[in-house]
């Protein structure tokens, strides 16, 4: 008997703290307004509806301009000069369906060790991008000299860039 009492005790007990939490005004488990959420950004892929991505060029920006097309995993040019002590841009057009940047090193050869810590002292690291698209690099002043740009995957693409 004690037990069937212990037990209808219990269930009066939780009755009436149940009808206690809702009369003032809930269990406190019920949701309260929902936090928002910051939505990643998307990447639409260009479609034939839509355009490829770009990079556009800085309307004010007066300096001088090289443009560079990558198809078929070449370089439109081999070699191009540029002013000292000058900013400069390049406008990187990828035709290909796969990822290049554009890198610039010092010196007239194309590196010996592409790993990350061979890569540390470039003078321009251009971010990876798929094709077909268009990105506008704003490279800073380089000294006098020669230098080497590159595409680090792809070995056949480099040429030299003559800063006078």
């Given at each position: 008997?004690?037990?069937?009492?212990s037990?209808?005790?219990?269930?009066?007990?939780?009755?009436?703290?149940?009808?206690?939490?809702?009369?003032?005004?809930?269990?406190?488990?019920?949701p309260?307004?929902?936090?928002a959420?910051?939505?990643?950004?998307?990447v639409v892929?260009?479609?034939a509806?839509?355009?490829?991505p770009?990079?556009?060029?800085?309307?004010?920006?007066?300096?001088?301009?090289?443009?560079?097309?990558?198809?078929?995993?070449?370089f439109?040019?081999?070699?191009?000069?540029?002013?000292?002590?000058?900013?400069?841009?390049?406008?990187f057009?990828?035709?290909?369906?796969y990822?290049?940047?554009?890198?610039?090193?010092?010196g007239?050869?194309?590196?010996?060790?592409?790993?990350?810590?061979?890569?540390?002292?470039?003078?321009f690291?251009?971010?990876?991008?798929?094709?077909p698209?268009?990105m506008?690099?704003?490279?800073a002043?380089?000294?006098?000299?020669?230098?080497?740009?590159?595409?680090?995957?792809?070995?056949p693409?480099?040429?030299?860039?003559i800063?006078?």
């Amino acid at each position: 008997m004690n037990t069937v009492r212990s037990i209808g005790i219990g269930l009066i007990a939780a009755f009436v703290l149940g009808a206690a939490l809702i009369a003032c005004g809930g269990s406190g488990l019920e949701p309260g307004p929902t936090p928002a959420v910051a939505t990643p950004a998307t990447v639409v892929p260009p479609t034939a509806t839509t355009a490829p991505p770009t990079v556009a060029p800085d309307p004010t920006f007066a300096g001088q301009v090289v443009e560079i097309v990558a198809k078929d995993r070449v370089f439109s040019v081999s070699t191009f000069q540029v002013e000292a002590g000058k900013p400069f841009e390049v406008r990187f057009e990828n035709q290909d369906p796969y990822n290049h940047a554009f890198y610039i090193v010092a010196g007239d050869a194309y590196p010996a060790d592409l790993s990350d810590q061979g890569l540390l002292h470039v003078a321009f690291r251009g971010d990876y991008f798929a094709g077909p698209a268009t990105m506008t690099h704003h490279v800073a002043a380089l000294p006098a000299g020669i230098y080497t740009f590159l595409c680090p995957p792809h070995r056949p693409m480099e040429g030299t860039i003559i800063v006078r």
